[in-house]
């Protein structure tokens, strides 16, 4: 347990004003499974720890429609300009205050033979040296026969939008393995995640892919191990380790959002103005979001998922003490506290959003169950236990306007603030 725990906090890559990372995994109890532990008194606001994934990917739809980002990190590679002109389908969209945007197009570079982009040459040399040097398609970048391009179209085909996963996830833990020097360590780190039976496991498959999962599957298998089959990884080639592989992404996956617009925002936030000024650009703001809704949608973000061991460890609760975030405008996780967390007591964040954890305990229950397979039993859920097992006339209606849409998809908006 000492030289894997090692391994975990090697990737937390560093905590506001505090010399160590102040939290502790234990185990809770069968039901749960692992939990996130204060190890000392942490402050309302202050940063519990910021953590970097073992692998991230951005979702092959987001890509396809534009949604420039970084290969590696996430990053936003758009202008805030270029991303409002984009969003609102009118290219003479101008943004007042352009110094605001944080984009450094002068920094970018691809990769020479692919030609991925990336938006440093840090970010370009950390992917060759952790997976690329595996998934880089070289001149046949853009070949629909290649087995890569192969895997990534049959995955379009069967996971439309809104993502909530990317077979690209996948592909970049082999590829980790296939390149490592330490395949073990590689092997320790990924089996740290929450494992399921081989029911829970299909249930979560089934709800990523649909009615015809288990023929989706198996093309999804066979593609995938033509890409990208490795010996030391043989068990997750198989009919039941690739569907445990599945399950794994599908429930430890944490969504990731960037956006060149929402920073140029918070940076309007931030500006000392005259009241006149302020009414003046707050108005055009909002209407900016207005005209983006009309145009895009809900669709703002460059937008992946990643897996991140220490934030995978905290455990759900209606009434979260801590809350995730990714300020830095890349794959940089931050978990903040919610209020004062004293040492001992367990570090929860929510898998639902502000609208849905104002919902009955019904209701919540249902997002729950089907999407993360558990009853929640924190205090909100426990003081509401005598509460009628239905939803309210409001939350039906509600419920009947998302049917047909994965409730997945909406989980967990809070996690990809930026």
């Known amino acids: 347990m000492a030289s894997s725990m090692c391994d975990v906090f090697s990737f937390c890559v560093g905590v506001a004003g505090r010399a160590g990372v102040p939290v502790e995994v234990r185990y809770v109890n069968s039901a749960k499974g692992k939990g996130l532990f204060a190890t000392q008194l942490i402050r309302k606001g202050e940063t519990v720890f910021v953590e970097r994934p073992l692998v991230a990917a951005q979702f092959l739809w987001?890509?396809?429609?534009?949604?420039?980002?970084?290969?590696?990190?996430?990053?936003?590679?758009?202008?805030?300009?270029?991303?409002?002109?984009?969003?609102?389908?009118?290219?003479?969209?101008?943004?007042?205050?352009?110094?605001?945007?944080?984009?450094?197009?002068?920094?970018?570079?691809?990769?020479?033979?692919?030609?991925?982009?990336?938006?440093?040459?840090?970010?370009?040399?950390?992917?060759?040296?952790?997976?690329?040097?595996?998934?880089?398609?070289?001149?046949?970048?853009?070949?629909?026969?290649?087995?890569?391009?192969?895997?990534?179209?049959?995955?379009?085909?069967?996971?439309?939008?809104?993502?909530?996963?990317?077979?690209?996830?996948?592909?970049?833990?082999?590829a980790t393995?296939?390149?490592?020097?330490?395949?073990?360590?590689?092997?320790?780190?990924?089996?740290?995640?929450?494992?399921?039976?081989?029911?829970?496991?299909?249930?979560?498959?089934?709800?990523?892919?649909?009615?015809?999962?288990?023929?989706?599957?198996?093309?999804?298998?066979?593609?995938f191990t033509e890409a990208l089959y490795e010996e030391a990884l043989s068990q997750?080639?198989?009919?039941?380790?690739?569907?445990?592989?599945?399950?794994?992404?599908?429930?430890?996956?944490?969504?990731?959002?960037?956006?060149?617009?929402?920073?140029w925002v918070h940076a309007c936030d931030a500006l000392e103005l005259k009241p006149q000024d302020r009414e003046q650009l707050d108005a055009f703001i909002d209407q900016l979001y207005k005209d983006i809704e009309a145009a895009t949608g809900e669709f703002l973000n460059c937008e992946g998922s990643g897996l991140f061991v220490l934030q995978s460890c905290c455990n759900h609760s209606c009434v979260p003490n801590a809350e995730t975030s990714f300020p830095e405008n890349n794959f940089l996780l931050h978990v903040t506290a919610l209020e004062d967390i004293k040492p001992g007591e367990e570090i929860c964040i929510s898998y639902l959003d502000c609208c849905q954890r104002e919902r009955s305990r019904h209701s919540r229950h249902k997002i729950l169950r089907e999407n993360y397979l558990f009853v929640c039993s924190c205090p909100k859920c426990l003081a509401e236990a005598d509460e009628p097992n239905m939803t309210s006339e409001e939350e039906e209606e509600d419920e009947e306007e998302e049917e047909g849409e994965p409730e997945a998809a909406e989980l967990g908006d809070e996690m990809t603030d930026v």
């Open 236 to 263: 997750w080639f198989t009919p039941d380790g690739f569907r445990s592989l599945f399950a794994l992404v599908g429930t430890n996956g944490q969504g990731i959002g960037t956006s060149s617009l929402s920073q």
């Open 177 to 223: 393995v296939k390149q490592a020097k330490d395949k073990d360590r590689w092997i320790r780190l990924f089996s740290q995640f929450c494992n399921k039976t081989a029911n829970e496991e299909e249930e979560i498959v089934h709800k990523l892919l649909g009615d015809k999962f288990k023929g989706q599957l198996e093309l999804l298998r066979r593609l």
């Open 62 to 174: 987001n890509a396809l429609y534009r949604y420039r980002a970084c290969d590696h990190c996430l990053r936003a590679l758009e202008k805030a300009e270029e991303n409002a002109q984009r969003l609102t389908g009118k290219p003479g969209q101008v943004l007042p205050h352009p110094d605001l945007c944080t984009v450094r197009k002068d920094l970018h570079q691809n990769c020479p033979h692919c030609q991925v982009m990336y938006c440093s040459a840090e970010c370009r040399l950390a992917a060759a040296e952790q997976y690329h040097q595996v998934l880089c398609a070289g001149p046949s970048q853009d070949d629909p026969l290649h087995p890569l391009n192969k895997l990534q179209e049959a995955w379009r085909s069967v996971h439309y939008p809104p993502e909530t996963a990317s077979i690209m996830l996948m592909a970049r833990m082999v």
